[in-house]
């Protein structure tokens, strides 16, 4: 079956970076859109970032010029790269695998990133 699993969560001061990785195993990594979403404590589910099939990217005005999405196919995994961050931050972030429409659409269990001095 399809697996997302994250890594590179952790503490961090505000203004520090981190680099989280998503690795896609058991399906084709080229079909789906790739997206980091995150929800902080007591805070719905929210998108942080998106990468189609093509590389088009998209963020949250929140994250614009703070964060990165990349994906390198060969390896099958996604990227968001976090930097300047600040406290507001913090949050469980998850790992999503998508196709058009929502045909398919599948998650990882989180990573925590906590920003804090």
């Known amino acids: 079956q399809v697996q997302l699993v994250e890594s590179g969560g952790g503490l961090v001061h505000p203004g520090g970076s981190l680099r989280l990785s998503c690795l896609v195993s058991?399906?084709?990594?080229?079909?789906?859109?790739m997206g980091w979403y995150r929800q902080g404590p007591g805070k719905q589910r929210e998108l942080v970032a998106v990468i189609s099939t093509s590389g088009i990217t998209n963020y949250d005005d929140s994250v614009k010029g703070r964060f990165t999405i990349s994906r390198d196919t060969a390896k099958n995994t996604v990227y968001l790269q976090m930097n300047s961050l600040k406290p507001e931050d913090t949050a469980v972030y998850y790992c999503?695998?998508?196709?058009?429409?929502?045909?398919?659409?599948?998650w990882g269990q989180g990573t925590q990133v906590t920003v804090s001095s």
């Open positions: 058991g399906s084709d990594f080229s079909i789906y859109t």
């Open positions: 999503n695998a998508r196709t058009t429409g929502f045909i398919l659409n599948y």
